[in-house]
């Protein structure tokens, strides 16, 4: 039987060989880590001064969208910036993971980078969600005549979060979150508005049709 040294010197000699092993894959992945860490501040920072530049923050307050708060260190231009950061940064690791031989690891960056698009279209359709709704709000308030100027900016608002909420819904389904919920709760706000629309007319349009119909038969 082997003596308790040699069982620790095979293991320790093992564990040596292992490490020296390791040591250059550890070192070119780190190398490729750090690449990916510089590049992803570049674009970063290069997101910034083009998002400054073009007046990001302005140009979205102007169309709708809601004004973050700078003082807490959220905008949008922070928020999109870091978002092409991590995606840079992602698309290192991968590479990184393979090379360090952590196979399950980079199968789940994978993943989680296959889903990252559907973040930046659900932003993109939230944006134009807020843009959509401004102008909704803008045309009906500016179109309805014959109204109090209260009755006229209340059904303006009510048309204006109609089109942020069915934006929301969209971004949702877009995220993949509760999507058999979303579709039912879609089809039901559908159902209650057509079901409100058509006791309305009938309700209220039942005088008008009345007299239509007796100067029709009047005619005939």
């Known amino acids: 039987m082997q003596s308790v040294n040699e069982v620790f010197n095979a293991t320790l000699n093992n564990t040596v060989a292992t490490i020296v092993q390791f040591t250059p894959a550890f070192i070119t992945g780190l190398i490729v880590l750090l690449i990916g ?6 674009v970063k920072q290069a997101l910034i001064q083009i998002f ?3 007046r990001l923050e302005q140009l979205l307050e102007r ?3 809601p004004e973050t708060k700078a003082r807490e260190g959220v905008s949008w231009t922070g928020f999109l910036s870091e978002l092409a950061r991590w995606f840079v940064i992602i698309l290192f690791l991968i590479p990184t993971a393979d090379i360090w031989g952590l196979g399950r690891f980079s199968v789940i960056l994978n993943n989680f980078l296959s889903y990252l698009p559907n973040v930046i279209v659900a932003v993109l359709l939230l944006l134009v969600g ?3 709704a401004k102008l909704v709000h803008d045309l009906l308030l500016a179109s309805i ?4 100027a209260e009755t006229a900016r209340t059904i303006a608002v009510v048309g204006r979060y109609s089109v942020l909420v069915f934006a929301v819904l969209i971004v949702l389904n877009q995220l993949g979150i509760a999507s058999d919920l979303i579709r039912i709760l879609f089809s039901g706000i559908v159902a209650m ?20 119909l007796e100067k029709l038969s009047k005619k005939l």
Do not use: C, D
Request: aromatic share 10%.
């Open 193 to 212: 508005v057509a079901l409100a629309g058509g006791l309305a007319f009938g309700l209220g349009g039942r005088e008008v049709a009345r007299e239509i």
């Open 63 to 65: 169309y709708g969208v």
């Open 52 to 54: 400054k530049f073009v």
């Open 130 to 132: 807020f843009v959509v």
């Open 145 to 148: 005549h014959g109204l109090s």
């Open 37 to 42: 860490l510089i590049i992803a501040s570049i």
